[in-house]
Nanobody
Framework: QVQLVESGGGLVQAGGSLRLSCTAS????????LAWYRQVPGEEREAVAT???????NYADSVKGRFSISRDLAKNTVYLQMDSLKPEDTAVYFC??????????WGHGTQVTVSS
């Protein structure tokens, strides 16, 4: 069983910043990386950013240049630095593993609300 614990969400004004954290209960070396997704009620979950244990990062077009994903392998933690936030970034943000032991594991999510 893999547990993921997210933190760092909250309410921020447009143009502001937040940093999300996700800590895994297993070594990142074992799971190969982590990813951030987000979901708005009534819409499909959207991949926001991914990072491998080698540090290779990928971003959704909607967040490129504004969000930055990083990892601390010693802490089994991934961060999502979100700058220049927009109201359309409002969503529940989830941390997730790649396919590991036959399935993906998800955190419970953290709410990010950006006011205009």
């Amino acid at each position: 069983q893999v547990q993921l614990v997210e933190s760092g969400g909250g309410l921020v004004q447009a143009g502001g910043s937040l940093r999300l954290s996700c800590t895994a209960s297993v070594r990142m070396f074992d799971i190969g990386g982590l990813a951030w997704y987000r979901q708005v009620p009534g819409e499909e979950r959207e991949a926001v950013a991914t990072i491998t244990t080698d540090g290779v990062a990928n971003y959704a077009d909607s967040v490129k240049g504004r969000f930055s994903i990083s990892r601390d392998l010693a802490k089994n933690t991934v961060y999502l630095q979100m700058d220049s936030l927009k109201p359309e970034d409002t969503a529940v943000y989830f941390c997730a593993t790649p396919r590991f032991r036959g399935r993906h594991y998800w955190g419970h999510g953290t709410q990010v609300t950006v006011s205009s």
